[in-house]
């Protein structure tokens, strides 16, 4: 390699400082970059793949986001599933541990015990309650024949409180208003029907059969032992005439004349004071007292003779028949109600307790139209 002289390289220096403070020559302006036609169409087919590219790759990113999305629903389904068949499985489970309970409770095999009682102690518990009631029932039986020991069978023991007779009707009627019509028998045959049945009893024939001829106005006093049978005096059916249903056989509800029968209750010992009978008195309730204007009483002293007392009971008085009076309303006033009030007279006879209508008194209506 040759030596450089230093002479020329202090002029190659010089020429290069020169250079570098010299200006630079000033650059043209750049010229807006003009594409062709056909670069132009590339662009834009170019644009528009990539706008189709970004579409399908923004379905191909909504698709999994909906296939997740049902695969999320699905699962949360088959959570609920599995979540109700555990719990009907838990539900089976405590009904069927609740039954092995009641089971054991019943019998347990293992302990051999039945309600959590071996048989040892049940055969005990069975002793000592049989013992226990037959003890009880034992005292109760002893109790008992006792009482009936001190009471007689045939006569009440206590009579302080027995109130005074009631009274009664036939026929039956309907809240005691007896309503017909004369012209149609269909009203009132049952009235007849109800009073012939009534009266069997009271037959002559059988009464004559049964009963004795007593002689009234007097009390029948039968002596004897109180479990002896008694005699009872004969009450016929002729004694009722007119209303005896012998010589009117419609016991004059064909004629707008009704028969109606009234009778005492049984009382056991029962005697009217002072040897007076008890009689029967009928009036207008309340209104015009001439809407009944006639009345006639069989037997014709509308009283209870006192040959039918006392009364001895039924186990020993077997045939007694209570004595009647007929009321053979006669006269009445037709085609309205008229309510009739009967009473008994006799001393020591109640008949004006209000709360009840059948002590020593009967109310009743009578509806005749013709």
Known sequence: MLPVEPCHSVSLLRILNNLALRPAPPRPPRQPFQLSDDQDEVNQNYLADEEEEAEEEARVMVVPDLEEEEEEEEEKEEDEKEEEESHSQETDSAWWRKLQIVNEYLWDPEKRMS????????????????????????????????????????????????????????????SLNFNFNVSEPDTWQHYVISLNGFLQGYNDSLQEEMNVDCPPGQYFIQDGDEDEDKKACQFKRSFLKNCSGLEDPTFGYSTGQPCILLKMNRIVGFRPERGDPVKVSCKVQRGDENDIRSINYYPESASFDLRYYPYYGKLTHVNYTSPLVAMHFTDVVKNQAVPVQCQLKGKGIINDVINDRFVGRVIFTLNIET
Not at 147 to 157: A, E, V, W
Request: a positive charge; one cysteine or more.
């Open 115 to 174: 309600l959590a009682r071996t048989g040892q102690s049940w055969s005990l518990i069975l002793v000592i309650y049989f013992f226990f009631y037959a003890s009880l029932a034992a005292v109760i039986t002893l109790c008992m024949y006792t009482l009936f020991l001190t009471i007689s069978p045939y006569m009440p023991t206590f009579t302080e409180r027995v109130k005074p007779p009631g009274v009664m009707i036939r026929p039956f009627a309907h």
